[in-house]
């Protein structure tokens, strides 16, 4: 069966590439399948609302070279599991600007956006590299996906 999935490309089709094509195989098959890491929370949504938790992960995606946002691993930036209900600067051992540290921020939907819309308006001197959000959809949409990925911070 796999040597006539690929007989459409010659080059393909000898012994040499009977393993890589095993392998494509099962890439393919992960692909399409359970290798999703968000599949339970997104059976969970709506199709309007799994649209919304796509467009938050993809809005999500640089905010990874900092964060981690579903572990405690310590970045640059402070890990974001458990964030909603905490007050800026909880994670133990990261070491957060004075400002972030005497800020009395507690993290929600708001002030996440208004942080997220002009970090340095919202707790100005603090240390977020990142450039501010300015589309209001792009930062609902990366809240929506926060508030579903990162859960409550164990310890923390």
Known sequence: MSSRLFSFFPIFSGPRFQGWRVGVCLLACLGMGGCNPYSEIRSELSP???MRFDRGLRSATPCWSCH???GD???VGPPLL???GQQAGFVKGFPYSRAMMASRVVWQSGTLDRFLSDPQGLIPQNRMLSAPLADPQQ???LIFFLQRVSGQAPGH
């Open 48 to 50: 309007a609302d799994q």
């Open 139 to 141: 930062r609902s949409d």
């Open 73 to 75: 691993a310590i970045k």
């Open 68 to 70: 981690d946002l579903t």
């Open 82 to 84: 458990g964030l909603f």
